[in-house]
């Protein structure tokens, strides 16, 4: 009995020297590091997940700052109104966007989805595809009169929805202008009538829309903090091949940053969510005095090239937040929310992020090649 006893406490010391021996020469020095465990991982992450809020400010040639008011009655296209005052940046968008560890030290680099800082673009065009088509349509119908005066006639009864309580004649005054604004614009001005886009840009010229974009990155704590400005240093594509990223730049400052993961995640491992759900704002009273992230857990449901696949529960907002395992490392960048098939309605725990091998591709002078 004692002989047996003796063997198997010198084959068991012989097993896990074997082990150890695996551990130490053939894996990864991360993958035999210590699993932690997600309070120590959240109070570390919880200062180096930001707000981002695209702000817009529009102004014409003549002066006036313009804004998206209304949609029009007919194809519910946009409405744009004109002011003398300047009004401030208007929210296009917002997301979460995070510090990523970069190979280059000039700044800082953050990573958030690319259809949270394109919005800002959209409206840029709508804006100045209305009021080139509003200059085009005054020309048609000034009657023999000063084009530049029906010009600024219609800019008054667009206005309208801003400026006094209409009428029912006011208001089909109204709904037929801007209607007919975009009528104009289709027949002679789209990319369909004007393939060479020469009269657009006429026009386009004549109102001069100007736009500034800032892309403020608001960091974790009271709302009176002063908000980063970042920089768009690269925007992928709206092709379905690309991946749903965008990379802002901060010029000369130091910021704790998140890691990308080498290791790939495997199906059923825990992971979190991080990032700025409305629904967090949406029942929390005093949301507007801070920025602070929610956490969401789950699990990792599938894993392919492009896409990982996970059941935490992902709101509006979350879009651009870290996907991050209990080592407190990125594995995934959220993107979207499945729709259901049959109703078209979004998923609450069914999202999809991208992967770090698509991050590395998207930005390799920043992250490297994939390791092999």
Partial sequence: MA?????????FAALTAALFFVCVTSASPASCKPVESWEKVDKIVKNQVYQVNVGLVLKLKDGQFAQLS???PKFHLPVYTTSSQYRGWRVMSYGTAFPVKAAKSDGTYFLTSRHVVDKADLHIKECERFFAAMRLYAEQTAGGRDADGRYRE?????????????NVGEKTAYGQTVDAIWDCYESYLSERADP???MFKRYATIVGVQSDVGN???PPGSATQTPL???LYRMSGQSPDEPDLALLFVKNTRIPALELDPIEPTEGQEVQVIGYPLESDQID???SQY?????????VSRVTPRTLQVDAAVGVGNSGGPVLNVRGKVVGVVARRGRDVETNAEMKKFAAAVTVPCVRQFAPELFGPSPQ
């Avoid at 008054?156 to 801003?162: D, F, G, K």
């Avoid at 920025?291 to 699990?299: A, E, H, I, K, V």
């Fill in 3 to 11: 002989v047996t006893r003796e063997k198997t406490i010198r084959a």
């Fill in 70 to 72: 209304d949609l029009s």
């Fill in 154 to 166: 219609l800019q008054t009864i667009v206005n309208w929805s801003q400026t006094k309580r209409m």
């Fill in 196 to 198: 060479i886009r020469n």
């Fill in 216 to 218: 403020f990155i608001h």
């Fill in 229 to 231: 400005k970042g920089h």
């Fill in 285 to 287: 009273q005093d949301s």
């Fill in 291 to 299: 920025f602070t992230p929610t956490f969401s857990n789950g699990r």
